[in-house]
């Protein structure tokens, strides 16, 4: 049901970004718990995204849309203790939380608009 790549190619590649970060975290940073909590919200965006692709029905595409949305919360939470614990820097907290506003702005837009859609064809 998603007509455009653009949020399927951009999670995953944002997926990519966490798999790296998780591996620096835990090798230069030796920090385990939050990396690892990252590393499942952050890939599970991704994962919840491409499964949206196969959606049985638009209520399920809207689902599947909705779990990554919050996965990209989730992320969004972790990165800012990574942040604040002085794990990561400004400059590596800004340029991942710029990815991952741009995916949370996009998966906001497509609900809004697939809701929109649905009521408009129950009407």
């Known amino acids: 049901m998603l007509h455009d790549n653009f949020i399927a190619d951009f999670t995953e590649d944002f997926g990519l970004r966490i798999v790296n970060l998780y591996k620096y975290l835990r090798k230069e940073k030796k920090e385990y718990i939050m990396s690892m909590q990252l590393y499942r919200s952050g890939t599970s965006i991704g994962a919840n995204v491409a499964e949206s692709k196969n959606a049985q029905s638009k209520a399920d595409f809207i689902s599947k849309l909705s779990i990554a949305l919050k996965e990209a919360g989730e992320s969004d939470y972790w990165l800012k203790l990574l942040l604040k614990s002085q794990t990561i820097s400004i400059h590596e ?4 939380k710029n990815d ?13 608009t697939t809701k929109e859609n649905l009521k408009k064809n129950e009407e």
Not at 100 to 112: A, C, V, W
């Open 93 to 96: 907290y800004d340029s991942i």
């Open 100 to 112: 991952l506003n741009i995916i949370i702005g996009t998966l906001i837009k497509i609900i809004k």
